[in-house]
């Protein structure tokens, strides 16, 4: 392909990419994020396009300059979101969506969906005994605001020609051409987008700032290192729509005057990575990325980090050292990044979502993005839903959305009809909240009013038979494991905190401990040296402020009253029932059963793993767990 | 009324004077906040938390890395301040190795000091560093993890001042340690001995090798004739932690207080150093003249040569093949003695008392087959001091023992950075009046910075000379030079930033308290009565004896390539 010299070539190139996305009109978008491959979408894939060519129907995987009618496109796209209901395919121009899509299914779908354009019922989405074959209907897609991840799951993630075909590089061609970079600064500001990252802070703030200072080279950085345990949302970004992502970078360059970006993901992203190189490569090719962007003078290059997995590298100074080849541990501050960042440089760090909010900003206005959303949190923002839900997966809804909406209408309720307990949101540095903030809007100031915080957007919805000691513990952990070892707080006080919790959960647990739970909380968060450290405590804290009776349960009473501490469980054998047959004896891999035979047996509750052998080995019911 | 450029600390208006945190304008206004990981030194890093302050809306900060505002009004005593304090000692001490009696840093140690300090009696947590996790392998320092609290001071002395990178941070959260390249032992990574690390280090984690058990078990022996020679930096290092002040040259009481212990023979490494000096210069010279390899690197320094080795191998054959000053008078003093022990005495033990750790390495290489039988830092002879209970300030000062008890002036400046440039310009020059000695001490060696450049004529052209101490200082002279941005004929380098008065066996003392050691050492020359090397009649004396036949032998060196 050559590359474009001018902003008429660009045009020219996305009228002929236009023509060709809508002269194709059967399409199967098999779904290529992370959760579908694993369950196996590329065979999937390859065999629906071996079926095709099989039966000589043209196969398009790349949009074809000159369409063919008859063909079929066979896309492999970003992730949909419902990643429960995986491996999913979708069917143009019908809008349907196959779930849980099998090897088996391939030849039916070609036979009768695309040859016969019959719906098979069998493969599509079914609620409390109502069918859902398109994918705009169902509850999940019907109640969320897709913007950002507007075409994730609707076009090829590897093709800058349906990105373009869509409208992409519009913004970018916008700002080359036709506003200043001082433009892009008012308009981002104007539009008051908050950084996705977790911190809210600003964007045209910081954009600003980062214009403003005078040293130069300057860098565009983005932070796609997340790393809270169950959150995806920028992964999916970078898999399934990874131009947006980079033209947002483009813009964000162009407005602090910067020609150099670095993408740091998380080496745990192979495909996001590969998606990403993709993307960069063909707009080198295209003459959109590189020197003399469509013949101006604007140069942008895009450098891919691969972080070694270290959830402290999200963290802006860390993030920057270790892009920089050194130890990833955040500095004190100031000097902040946007004055000395990426090698000692002005830097401007947001993260995925961030940058992937900005050409739709630009293209569509300020006016438009703060329609969306309240006033001081406007725009979209992603939530990676997980936990005992009915629909676990990827969603877009707008800034404001209350909880309740997101875990009972898009979520579908508990999963299995329990009772909702909790949800924890923000990761490891956020909080629980419980039946009673169910009505909080999702945006940057309600929830930090109520101590918890959007972070990157993680939710783990947590029913009843959930311990949230347990929840701390398991937070705490990672935490832990996390800290970069450098404040003392933050690498002592959670190493000791962790001791505390996992004693409590434990069933070692002493009086005193919650208060020294809350005084090391106190003592971390407020002098630990970053906000990781600063927000370690904060699982612990709401835990302990909405569960403390369940603490007090594990420490005082030797219980769990979600019975899920397994350390705590205790088996016991009713010797009424009990025939005396040895059988739990002879199975108990502890020797913790003793008895004389045909009287009843006993259980040695120190010796005890709670493996729970015995109970399934009696033929008499028993032997049970004490509630 | 609001002054403009002042902060209210604890209720009392100071003023900011340009000072790079609010702690050094706290620490100004007469209080010593709490701290592990501060150094004035080293870049500001800001991990331990204690030097948090508190402001009058109750956010608190930590001060090393707070920018001074004009207005700010800082509360550092307050309840939650000292509770935080509290609760972070506790923290470190729960994961700390508490055999506080039996360590070697016991009594210097910074945790203890601020453990006692905060009056913390019990500690709620179990330790599980109770066993001590050593590195034996250096000849110099020895490493003990139990006892780090990872407050990163020897990783950024080794990383920022010395550019050497031997050590650094591995592992996260609890699990975090200090640890060389791959967990190699010290001795096989790029430490160069410097022993900075130890110096900076606040607890008993890095310490120096305490070999005062050898010369002490030595003394006992009726058939070994112990002797020992003192460099320059010892005498103005030791004061300051035997009741004196810092910088007094107290050469006349330690040779005393050595005599009393029962050394039979003290003498002076300062006329080693007179050796240094007419061997260095005659190198330089003949170089200057035959075309030889330059600049002419000085090798005074062990740190430095060992650095070179390490890391720029490729700047050896500029590296002076000159012994320092301790090897060339090692060796001397041991040929005398070869044939000269006194009666009844069958083996001749010789040590060195060097403000420096890297001799101890030094004195262990093969090159120079064990002149030098141990070397002892000025921490080290305190200990001794200390353990035999004479009183320091009540001895009467002796002089320099003979065969060789003669020093000059420039022999003495060694211990000082631009010393050694000095002393062999006083040889180039051979010339000892007043007025070309003022000469050469105002061409800009003198001083504490950490690079000196100097033109001194020559003949008919000028010499450029560079006077460097701190490595790092070192690496943008060399990267300079390969890049050949830089040409010189002459550069001194030394190790430790200051010099020798600097050096890791020395009582710790921050950068710009140094000058009152250098200083010492200057006085000292001034009050001496031969000024050049040349001029001592000793060593013309050991040119025509001793030497006669075996400069080459005893007084030079080649390194074997590793």
């Given amino acids: 392909m050559n590359k474009l010299k001018s902003r008429e070539e660009l045009t020219a190139l996305r009228d002929v990419c236009q023509k060709a996305f809508a002269a194709e009109k059967k399409k199967i978008l098999v779904c290529g994020g992370t959760g579908c491959v694993a369950g196996g979408s590329l065979d999937i894939f390859a065999r629906l396009k071996q079926l095709l060519e099989d039966k000589n129907i043209q196969v398009d995987v790349e949009l074809a300059d000159e369409p063919h009618g008859d063909a079929v496109g066979m896309k492999k796209s970003g992730c949909h979101g419902f990643c429960e209901m995986g491996p999913l395919v979708r069917i143009e121009p019908q809008g349907w969506l196959y779930t849980k899509v099998k090897l088996d299914d391939c030849e039916e779908i070609i036979e009768k969906t695309i040859v016969g354009g019959e719906m098979i019922e069998r493969l599509v989405y079914k609620q409390n005994g109502e069918v859902f074959p398109k994918q705009d209907e169902i509850p999940f897609y019907k109640k969320q605001t897709r913007v950002v991840l507007e075409s994730c799951g609707h076009i090829n993630a590897s093709s800058i020609r349906e990105y373009i075909a869509l409208g992409g590089y519009s913004a970018l061609e916008k700002c080359l051409f036709d506003i200043t970079s001082e433009d892009i600064l008012n308009e981002v500001t104007k539009s008051n987008l908050r950084g996705r990252g977790g911190g809210g802070f600003a964007a045209g703030k910081k954009w600003a700032s980062c214009a403003a200072q005078k040293e130069t080279p300057k860098y565009i950085v983005c932070n796609g290192d997340e790393g809270d345990p169950g959150a995806f949302m920028d992964r999916s970004i970078m898999e399934g729509d990874p131009h947006r992502l980079l033209e947002g970078m483009m813009i964000a360059g162009i407005a602090v005057g910067s020609s150099e970006g670095y993408i740091y993901v998380r080496a745990e992203y192979p495909l996001a990575v590969e998606r990403l190189r993709t993307a960069i490569a063909q707009a080198e090719e295209l003459g959109i990325l590189g020197d003399n962007i469509l013949g101006t003078d604007k140069s942008f290059r895009i450098h891919i980090n691969r972080g070694a997995g270290a959830f402290v590298c999200g963290e802006g100074s860390a993030l920057t050292a270790s892009i920089e080849g050194k130890r990833g541990m955040p500095r004190v501050k100031p000097p902040r990044t946007v004055e000395h960042g990426l090698f000692e440089k002005p830097t401007n760090l947001n993260n995925v979502e961030t940058y992937a909010n900005v050409p739709m900003i630009i293209t569509k206005g300020a006016d438009w993005f703060r329609g969306i959303g309240p006033e001081n949190s406007p725009g979209t923002k992603a939530f990676a839903l997980t936990g005992t839900i009915q629909n676990t997966g990827l969603i877009e809804v707008p800034m404001g959305t209350t909880l309740r909406e997101v875990i009972f209408d898009i979520g579908g309720g508990m999963r299995g009809g329990t009772k909702f307990k909790a949800v924890q949101i923000g990761g490891p540095s956020g909080g629980c909240l419980t039946e009673k903030d169910l009505d909080v809007p999702l945006d940057f100031d309600s929830l930090k009013s109520v101590g918890a915080m959007i972070g990157s957007g993680g939710l783990v919805v947590m029913d009843d038979k959930t311990c949230m000691v347990e929840v701390a513990r398991f937070f705490m952990n990672f935490t832990q494991n996390e800290s970069c070892g450098k404040c003392v707080p933050c690498r002592e006080g959670t190493k000791r905190m962790l001791e505390i919790l996992e004693r409590i959960t434990a069933g070692k647990g002493q009086d005193g401990d919650i208060e020294l739970l809350e005084e090391l909380a106190d003592t971390i968060s407020n002098t630990a040296l970053c906000g990781l450290g600063k927000t370690a405590a904060s699982p612990v804290v709401s835990t302990i402020k909405n569960f403390r009776s369940e603490y007090e349960a594990h420490i005082y009473d030797k219980r769990c009253p979600a019975g899920a501490c397994s350390k705590l469980k205790r088996f016991v054998i009713d010797p009424e029932k009990c025939k005396g047959c040895s059988k739990c004896a002879r199975n108990c891999p502890v020797n913790a059963i003793s008895g004389q035979v045909k009287s009843p047996f006993k259980i040695d509750q120190d010796k005890c793993i709670k493996c729970g052998a015995c109970v399934s080995n009696c033929a008499f019911g028993a032997v049970s767990e004490e509630a | ?562």
């Fill in chain 2, 1 to 562: 009324m609001q002054l403009d450029n002042f902060i209210e600390i604890d209720g009392i208006p100071v003023k900011i004077e340009g000072e790079r945190n609010l702690l050094e304008v706290i620490s100004k206004s007469g209080i010593k906040l709490p701290v592990f990981c501060y150094h004035s030194d080293l870049s500001i890093y800001g991990a331990c938390r204690m030097c948090m302050v508190e402001d009058e809306n109750g956010r608190l900060m930590a001060s090393c890395s707070t920018i001074p505002r004009a207005g700010m009004k800082i509360k550092t005593n307050t309840k939650r301040l000292r509770k935080y304090r509290k609760s972070i000692l506790e923290l470190l001490l729960a994961s700390h190795c508490r055999d506080c009696t039996t360590c070697q840093n016991s009594g210097k140690c910074k945790l203890q000091e601020l453990a006692v300090q905060f009056g913390i009696t019990s500690i709620r947590f179990n330790n599980d560093k109770t066993e001590p996790i050593k590195d034996t392998s250096s000849p110099a320092i020895i490493r003990d993890s139990s006892k780090c609290i990872l407050c990163g001071d020897c990783v950024r002395e080794c990383n920022e001042i010395q550019n050497v990178g031997a050590i650094d941070f591995t592992f996260r959260g609890s699990k975090a340690v200090i640890s060389t390249a791959f967990n190699k032992p010290i001795a096989e990574s790029l430490c160069v001995n410097c022993g900075q690390c130890a110096a900076a280090c606040p607890t008993g984690a890095i310490i120096v090798k305490d070999d005062t058990s050898k010369v002490l078990n030595m003394i006992d022996d009726p058939e070994v004739f112990v002797t020992c020679e003192i460099a320059p930096a010892v005498r103005v290092g030791i004061g300051q932690e035997l009741d004196r002040e810092i910088g007094e040259n107290t050469l006349g009481r330690i040779i005393s207080i050595l005599h009393r212990i029962g050394i039979d023979k003290v003498f002076d490494t300062a006329t080693g150093a007179d050796l240094t000096v007419m061997e260095e210069a005659a190198e330089f010279a003949e170089r200057l003249e035959k075309g030889g390899t330059l600049p002419l690197f000085t090798s005074c320094c062990p740190a430095w040569v060992n650095f070179i080795e390490k890391k720029y191998p490729e700047f050896l054959p500029n590296v002076s093949t000159c012994r320092s000053p301790m090897s060339m008078f090692s060796a001397v003093v041991k040929e005398y003695y070869k044939n000269n022990l006194p009666d009844g005495k069958t083996k001749h033990y010789h040590f060195a008392l060097m403000p420096c750790t890297a001799k101890k390495f030094e004195c262990k290489r093969e090159e120079f087959g064990g002149v030098t039988d141990d070397v002892i830092t000025t921490q080290e002879l305190i200990k001794i001091i200390k353990e035999s209970g004479v009183r320091f300030n009540e001895t009467q000062p002796e002089a320099v023992d003979m065969p060789f008890g003669s020093a000059s002036g420039a022999g003495v400046i060694f211990g000082v950075t631009g010393g050694v440039t000095e002393a062999v310009l006083r040889k180039i020059a051979n010339d000892s009046s007043r007025t070309t000695l003022a000469q050469i001490e105002y061409t800009g060696i003198r001083g504490l910075e950490d690079i000196k450049e100097a033109y001194i004529p020559y003949g008919d052209r000028r010499l450029h000379i560079a006077v460097v101490s701190g490595l790092s200082n070192a690496v943008k002279i060399m990267e300079a030079i390969k890049s050949g941005e830089m040409q010189f004929d002459l550069v001194e380098v030394m190790a430790c930033r200051g010099g020798c008065i600097g050096g890791a066996g020395q009582p710790y003392i921050s950068h710009r308290k140094r000058n009152a050691r250098g200083e010492g050492l200057y006085r000292a020359d001034r009050q001496s009565s031969i000024k050049c090397s040349q001029d001592n009649y000793m060593t013309d004396r050991l040119y025509s004896g001793l030497l006669r036949g075996k400069t080459h032998e005893l007084l030079h060196v080649e390194y074997n390539k590793k």
